[in-house]
């Protein structure tokens, strides 16, 4: 009897479990990134001396190139090295096809019931297939990959109830942008969001990941998504396992927050908070130097066709750059046999290696002084894109294809 | 005599150590830019022992633990704050850098203020003002791993993570 997470705790344990319990419980995958592996091994080796330094289960535990790929710097290049040796020694493959939070799931290496914990914060975003799965640090990951387990307090729930329709020109990403704007950034802290309601219950498994990733932007420690007939459909050619399909049982929610899609605007997060949320035909004339298509929140192929629909035979706007990077090789590879690559580099974008691309200010995009971006990104931090003095906005992938045509932050529903 | 840095809300894991510098396991090079994008006098000014202070959600984004990793580097004796997001005070147990959450001593104290904090109680004294606060409890189980200075410790200690 339960929420979801719950219904996750009980069934693993193999007893009821109830929020506010601490629990110590195996996790089912362990997953690192090119940026937090090196911490990680770093507290592996610390408390790993004893027991001849293996990891758990070299099957279950995945490193993931995609922050910084290929290298920019000798120090990411160092850092990479330092990777390989470690995954080698350990029998680990390095997976370098795209963003973790992307890759994992495509693989199969997420399913309904699953407790995975990722040295990422927007591991959260596994939720959308019904898995328990956070962020942590790398000190807890290298807890992880040495041990197979975690603590949790297990977390109380806010159900985020999804209705309506989605309007003409307002997409997953939108809906996203409003919770945040109605949740705030830490209402959800320390908590689970479960979202339910019919809009939800008709979404791909594509625009429930976009919903899920930014649960953590609300503070979340988990955004979970009920599994059903699409969830089943999508992992089917994935995974052959068998999976519980779990669902709330009588849940008692903290609290219920309930969205009518139908009334909604496209969105856009003005900087630099992320419930800093207006509608974009309300933010004025405001110049744009540079759009980001891709992340985690929303580099798939549904995001890229939105946007080729909006580019397809036009050039972007002369006094704005473009940067695409598609979240996965399968997704560039299907981007790539459908044309929308070939769309976007015609309009005169920059298509990027599967990965995380410019979102953490590392290399493929950098921010001048005083330079403005909108992106498909989660986060519109100071200095999360280059330089402090850059500003981030966020916006659907719809948004950010109209704004590239006219180079100030454009509403898409005139462009569709 | 250690004194406060005084910071407001939602302050992110981005400005406590910007993506830019975090390429890097070398705690001496987090601490050079810690928190550059909102006190870009803080890295070179701050005194061993010397207390961070914050309003609402301290440490929220991305799950880095070059965040806390640079704070303590720096020599910060403990992050007091009216709430924390719940990687960053994961991670900051984990490793043991001291957090604490007391609401009122926050909105009772001011940047540079003289301050006294006893870890093992929670009780912390504003030298400047003459108050005393005491910081909210750790849970149980928090409380074990920070008593055995983090969570490496204190699997050593149990022989497991129990």
Known sequence: MGTLTEEIFSYKLGRPVEEGETVVVDVDRVMSHDTTTPLAIQAFRKLNQQNGGRVFNPQRSHIVFDHIVPAATIAAATLHRDIRTFAQEQGISILQEGICHQVMPERGYVAPGDIIVGADSHTCTYGALGAFATGMGSTDIGVAYATGRTWFRVPQTINIRINGTLPFGVYAKDVTLEMVRRVGVDGANYRAIEYTGELVEQMSVSERFTLCNMAIEMGGKVGLVVPDATTRSWLRDRTDREYPMLAPRNPRYEHVIEIDASHLQPLIACPPDVNNVVPVEEVGQVKIDQVFLGTCTNGRLDDLAIAASILQGKTIHPQTRMVVVPASREVYLEAMRLGYLETFVQAGASVGTPGCGPCIGRHYGVLAPGERALTTMNRNFTGRMGDPTAEIYLGSPATVAATALTGFITDPRDFL | ?162
């Not at chain 2, 705690?27 to 070179?44: D, G, K, M, N, S």
């Not at chain 2, 005194?47 to 633990?65: I, K, P, T």
């Not at chain 2, 003289?114 to 606060?133: K, M, P, S, W």
Request: aromatic letters at 6%; glycine letters at 8%.
């Open chain 2, 1 to 162: 005599m250690a004194h406060i840095w005084m910071l407001g809300d939602n302050v992110n894991t981005d400005v406590i150590i910007p993506g830019r510098y975090n390429v890097t396991t070398d705690r001496a090079q987090l601490a050079r830019y810690c928190l550059c994008e909102v006190l870009p006098e803080f890295a070179q000014q701050v005194q061993a022992g010397d207390v961070l202070m914050a309003g609402h959600n301290f440490g929220c984004g991305s799950s880095r633990e070059h965040a806390p990793a640079a704070i303590q580097a720096c020599g910060v004796q403990v992050v007091i704050a009216r709430s924390f997001a719940r990687i960053f005070y994961r991670n900051a147990v984990n490793i043991g850098l001291p957090v604490l959450v007391c609401e009122e001593a926050v909105l009772a104290s001011a940047d540079g203020q003289e301050i006294e904090v006893d870890l093992a109680t929670g009780i912390i004294r504003n030298n400047t003002t003459g108050q005393t606060f005491q910081a909210e409890p750790l849970n149980p189980f928090v409380a074990r791993i920070v008593a055995a200075g983090g969570i490496i410790e204190y699997i050593h200690q149990e022989g497991t993570l129990r």
